[in-house]
């Protein structure tokens, strides 16, 4: 059982860690460091595409150990433990910006580069769907990112119970 143990906590941290390293080290700093924000997005957008498959296989480890390691333990599953329902809203947030939001950015930064000047787009409209889709793009992050936490202190109360 310590094996399962194991594997979910290590699900967990590389999922958590990370989201928390993409959005408060890795995006800014690629942002302040390139020489522009169109290389910024590139590399942004390759690693956000490898960090929602991270999470997308984080996700099911979690789950499939979680199942198992509670069958042994209890002789039951317990798919709709509160954990288990975070993780899954966790996957399917995952799912929305892997195969939702984040194409929807390539395609208006697409259009957005093919205008020409940057620096007349402030006002524009295409860029205020890029900054919206951003936004969306931001929050479903962050609420990934609450719901880790809450998964992992759940886990380490369960843990912490099941000595």
Known sequence: MWFLKFLMLLAL???IGGIIFFAFVEAPTLFSVLPSTRMAGDVVSVS?????WMG???GVVFLICSLVYN???YVQARPFMASHVFV????AFTMVSQFGITPRMREIRARIESMGNPSTLWDNKVFTEFSREH?????????ILILGI???GLTARRF???N
Do not use: D, N, P
Not at 48 to 52: D, G, I, K
Not at 135 to 143: H, I, K, V, Y
């Open 13 to 15: 941290i590389v999922w």
């Open 48 to 52: 956000l595409t490898r960090l929602h």
């Open 56 to 58: 997308l296989i984080s």
């Open 71 to 73: 069958w042994q333990k």
């Open 88 to 91: 899954v809203l966790m996957l």
């Open 135 to 143: 936004q969306l793009s931001t929050w479903t992050e962050g609420t």
């Open 150 to 152: 809450g998964v992992a």
């Open 160 to 162: 912490g119970s099941s």
